[in-house]
């Protein structure tokens, strides 16, 4: 099976901290994604990458960055943690190799509040 | 650019009722399409996807999803509710590299 692990399931930072959410995947996945879930807003992509050292803006990526030094690792970095970032962010890792097919697997989430 | 929206951000049903969950999708090119469900402070898990290879699609825990290309739809169904499939369902439309989700139903179940 699958394993994607995320560091934290809860975590309280205050405004101005800098804060690493980390996720490790076992499967030797080409890509990882970061998502934030917010109620009604479905799930956002921050960020992805289809290669070590490789990252992609996707459709939120302001106030965020992103660190793949390692194929099974992919960190989600907040530089200045401000409290409209408080939400629940997801993990997630795919094969990239069955093309359009592919399933994305996803880690438990990570419950992030700012103070 | 694709697209998914999904009708009804809740949704309840009695249990053994007819589950039934709307996705309409929007994509210029052939959609490969997804069904994911989350439990309660859980991460998301695939509960079927359609890849062309037939139109009605057999998932988990007894859910199937039909393909309809003349309706852009592609709605989750359960014959008999039960209290455990309650829990939040997203509809997805994959891209090249990008998933797009839809904003998800909550189904309660009722006993």
């Known amino acids: 099976d699958v394993k994607v692990t995320q560091s934290s399931r809860y975590l309280v930072k205050r405004t101005g901290e800098k804060v690493f959410l980390e996720c490790v995947q076992d499967m030797d996945h080409e890509n990882m994604f970061w998502y934030r879930q917010d109620p009604g807003l479905g799930l956002r992509l921050i960020y992805f990458?289809?290669?070590?050292?490789?990252?992609e803006k996707g459709d939120i990526p302001e106030g965020y960055s992103v660190s793949r030094e390692k194929k099974e690792r992919f960190s989600l970095i907040l530089e200045s943690a401000s409290t409209n970032q408080t939400s629940m962010y997801l993990c997630a890792s795919s094969s990239g190799g069955d093309g359009y097919q592919e399933t994305q697997y996803f880690g438990p989430g990570t419950r992030l509040l700012v103070l | 650019a694709q697209s998914v929206t999904q009708l009804g951000s809740h949704v309840s049903v009695s249990e053994g009722a007819l589950v039934l969950l709307r996705c309409n999708y929007s994509s210029s090119v052939p959609p490969y399409l997804f069904w994911y469900v989350q439990y309660p402070n859980q991460g998301l898990q695939l509960l079927l996807k359609y890849t062309s290879a037939a139109t009605l699609v057999k998932g988990i825990n007894g859910f199937e999803a039909e393909f309809k290309k003349s309706e852009t739809s592609f709605h989750l169904t359960k014959p008999s509710a039960h209290m455990s499939d309650a829990a939040e369902y997203f509809c997805?439309?994959?891209?090249?590299?990008?998933?797009?989700f839809g904003t998800g139903t909550r189904l309660k179940v009722l006993a």
């Open positions: 990458s289809y290669d070590v050292k490789m990252k």
């Open positions: 997805a439309v994959k891209g090249t590299y990008k998933y797009i």
